[in-house]
């Protein structure tokens, strides 16, 4: 069985990662989804917790009716250090053959460690991105196109949104 590696921070997971998770399994029978920046939450920039964006990729890939056999979630901290990141990510995780990836700096340092690696054809990346969905919340504008029903819900359910908003209003605060 072929297995495969796709990190991301899924702040929050949107559809366009959705659309990744889908192109990786048309070409691995085994996706290990790795949260990046996993111990980072409460900024602007990473709103949720590693727990909250677990949950988020579960509850879309349930709706989108992905088998749950077919992958692994597992958080992956920053290091700090460039070269120590890959075997830390080596030692978290299963073996992987190929590493799905569209960011260079993530792309340079598995080849370096002698990996395959494949990009991810975007889907709409104007629209499907972490960064777009956080300037709408903050702006008012119409969010929920970006995710999934159940990350909108669970988004709404749980109060998040409103941390993002906040998040916002305290780094202009500090300005």
Request: glycine share 6%; charged share 25%.
């Amino acid at each position: 069985m072929r297995t495969g590696l796709y990190i991301g921070r899924f702040q929050p997971f949107h559809k366009g990662h959705l659309h990744a998770v889908r192109y990786c399994l048309s070409i691995v029978e085994q996706l290990i989804i790795g949260i990046g920046s996993a111990l980072e939450s409460h900024t602007t920039k990473n709103p949720f917790t590693a727990g909250e964006r677990i949950e988020m990729i579960s509850l879309a890939l349930e709706e989108a009716k992905i088998k749950r056999d077919c992958y692994l979630l597992i958080p992956i901290p920053d290091v700090g250090h460039h070269q120590l990141w890959v075997p830390l990510v080596e030692i978290l995780t299963p073996p992987f053959e190929v590493v799905f990836s569209n960011e260079p700096l993530t792309r340079r340092l598995f080849k370096e460690r002698g990996y395959s690696v494949e990009k991810i054809p975007f889907m709409k990346r104007e629209l499907y991105s972490g960064e777009e969905f956080r300037r709408r919340v903050v702006s008012g504008e119409n969010w929920t196109e970006i995710v999934t029903k159940s990350v909108a819900r669970f988004l709404e359910e749980k109060g998040l949104l409103q941390r993002i908003v906040e998040l916002s209003e305290s780094d202009k605060a500090r300005l």
